[in-house]
């Protein structure tokens, strides 16, 4: 099991950045994937990125791709996601996950995750 708190959300203007951090603890980390999702009120939760173990195959949904970066730092047992390029679209709470899904070259569903955060709140203006 991995235990998981996310920070670093906000309020931007649109086109502004924001980086987001999840500080995993718990003896599964190292062998887990993680994933950031993010829920819009009365949307689903979607993925948004996903980083396997090794860091060598990240993978993005569409919507995202090109304006955010997963990336971990395993020195400190921690996920980032940079966000640039910020969009009102991208409002929504976020949330860190682990888990060992299936190797696909998507963002797995979120079913394949058994490890959450609490979620961290990002809101964009126009």
């Known amino acids: 099991q991995v235990q998981l708190v996310e920070s670093g959300g906000g309020s931007v203007q649109t086109g502004g950045s924001l980086r987001l951090s999840c500080a995993a603890s718990?003896?599964?980390?190292?062998?887990?994937?993680m994933a950031w999702f993010r829920q819009a009120p009365g949307k689903e939760r979607e993925g948004v990125a996903v980083?396997?173990?090794?860091?060598?195959?990240?993978y993005y949904s569409p919507s995202v791709k090109g304006r955010f970066a997963i990336s971990q730092d395993n020195a400190k047992n921690t996920v980032y996601l940079q966000m640039n390029n910020l969009k009102p679209e991208d409002t929504a709470m976020y949330y860190c996950?682990?888990?060992?899904?299936?190797?696909?070259?998507?963002?797995?569903?979120?079913?394949?995750?058994?490890?959450w955060g609490q979620g961290t709140q990002v809101t964009v203006s126009s």
């Open positions: 996950a682990a888990g060992i899904p299936r190797w696909v070259p998507v963002v797995p569903p979120r079913s394949d995750f058994s490890d």
């Open positions: 718990g003896a599964s980390y190292s062998t887990s994937a």
């Open positions: 980083i396997y173990p090794g860091g060598g195959n990240r």
